[in-house]
C-alpha cells in the first residue's frame, strides 16, 4: 500500500464497541546501517472516537507500521477503521470476548509506504 501526502500528515483512528482500543503508527527511514526511527504517533485517548493525530515530516519516503491493540471491557465488541491522509488504510470488527477470561485481547499490525512531498 502506498500513501502519498504533505507534511503535516494526518491521520485518524476511529473506534467503536465495547472494547478499549489503542494503537501506534511508527515512521521509519531506511538508512546505510539499517532502519532508523524518525517519529511515532500513539492514538492513547480512547474515549475519542475520531482521534486525529498529525506528524510533521521532511520530505521522503516513510514505512510507517500501524499497529493496534484490543482488549475487551464492558464487553469484548469492537470496531476500528484508521487512515491516513484520508485515505482508508485498515479496519477490522468482530468480538474478542471468545474465552471465559475477563482479559481477552487481539493485535493488528500492518505497513505501508507513505511519500511525503
Request: glycine share 6%.
Amino acid at each position: 500500500m502506498h500513501v502519498t501526502s504533505p507534511s503535516p500528515v494526518t491521520m485518524e483512528l476511529t473506534r467503536g464497541g465495547g472494547s478499549i482500543i489503542l494503537a501506534r503508527a511508527d515512521f521509519w527511514q531506511s538508512a546505510p546501517t539499517g532502519w532508523v526511527l524518525v517519529t511515532s504517533a500513539s492514538f492513547q485517548n480512547v474515549a475519542k472516537s475520531p482521534e486525529t493525530q498529525t506528524v510533521k515530516l521532511p520530505k521522503g519516503q516513510y514505512t510507517v507500521v500501524f499497529t493496534c491493540r484490543v482488549e475487551e471491557s464492558i464487553n469484548g465488541v469492537y470496531d476500528f477503521a484508521f487512515s491516513t491522509a484520508g485515505k482508508p488504510l485498515y479496519a477490522d470488527k468482530g468480538n474478542v470476548n471468545t474465552t471465559s477470561d475477563p482479559h481477552d485481547s487481539k493485535a493488528y499490525k500492518d505497513q505501508f509506504v507513505l511519500d511525503v512531498t
